[in-house]
């Protein structure tokens, strides 16, 4: 739970044991949050976590795939993804996630039309909203997309 408490930025725990910032908790059911950021400390890094104003930059957590619960296969490369970022940044995605189908229900899409570099690149759009090397890639995402 995400909340600005006097002009902080904060977010709710519930642990079991936890530390974060200043807050400890050694207790089951205890509750309390804990200073993340100030909200003046973010805008002084404005263009860094806003690009286009907006924040989109998941490159993190896109690299390490913790708590990734899609799989998309692309040719012989398995490429582990999270829904809420696929479902929000693609329609395609969305759709194949929101409806009944094999895709919801296997958490595994398989992609026969593209190159496996190409995905990977498209990927690297939909979690950081840029793609490194973009002259060399532009015609294949262009043409994947």
Avoid: W
């Avoid at 692309?74 to 582990?80: A, T």
Wanted: overall charge negative; aromatic content about 12%; proline content about 1%.
């Amino acid at each position: 739970m995400y909340m600005n408490l006097n002009n902080k930025l904060v977010i709710g725990v519930d642990t079991k044991t936890f530390q974060f910032g200043r807050f400890v908790s050694s207790t089951v059911d205890t509750y309390g949050f804990a200073e993340f950021v100030t909200i003046d400390e973010l805008l002084e890094k404005k263009e860094e976590f806003f690009p286009n104003d907006i924040l989109t930059d998941f490159e993190k957590l896109l690299i390490s795939k913790k708590s990734s619960d899609a799989a998309i296969l692309v040719g012989d490369k398995k490429f582990d993804a999270h829904k809420v970022i696929l479902t929000t940044r693609s329609c395609v995605f969305k759709a194949m996630y929101s409806y009944d189908m094999k895709e919801k229900k296997e958490n595994e899409v398989t992609i026969t039309d593209i190159d496996g570099e190409i995905f990977e690149k498209l990927l690297e759009y939909i979690y950081t909203d840029k793609v490194k090397d973009l002259d060399t890639f532009a015609e294949g995402l262009l043409e994947a997309s």
